[in-house]
């Protein structure tokens, strides 16, 4: 069982940045950063392998966030740069029960998550 506890959240203008920034108990395989808007469906914002051999993202946040794991801290990191209102959402990490050789970002393939950090962006 691996717990994870995220942080960094808060409330920027539009082009302001966060860190956000997923404490896992132990080791971790792949992981990825998801988010949920209000009446709307999670969607993978960024994926990792194991030891970030492979990453992905959202097109949507192509170019403006970066995914990064730091597997001796066991963090995992999202530095978000140029945000937009339309990122605001409640934004999770996720561990994967056992490594494989790409990157997901579907919700099915995660078995650990956090608990969520609010992210909210104004005009």
């Known amino acids: 069982q691996v717990q994870l506890v995220e942080s960094g959240g808060g409330s920027v203008q539009t082009g302001g940045s966060l860190r956000l920034s997923c404490v896992a108990s132990g080791y971790t395989y792949n992981m990825g950063w998801f988010r949920q808007a209000p009446g709307k469906e999670r969607e993978g914002v960024a994926a990792?392998?194991?030891?970030?051999?492979?990453?992905s993202y959202a097109d949507s946040v192509k170019g403006r966030f970066t995914i990064s794991k730091d597997n001796a801290k066991n963090t995992l990191y999202l530095q978000m740069n140029s945000l937009k209102p339309e990122d605001t959402a409640m934004y999770y990490c996720?561990?994967?029960?056992?490594?494989?050789?790409?990157?997901?970002?579907?919700?099915?393939?995660?078995?650990?998550w956090g608990q969520g950090t609010q992210v909210t962006v104004s005009s």
């Open positions: 996720a561990a994967a029960p056992y490594p494989f050789g790409d990157t997901s970002l579907r919700v099915d393939t995660y078995k650990y």
């Open positions: 990792t392998s194991t030891r970030s051999t492979y990453i």
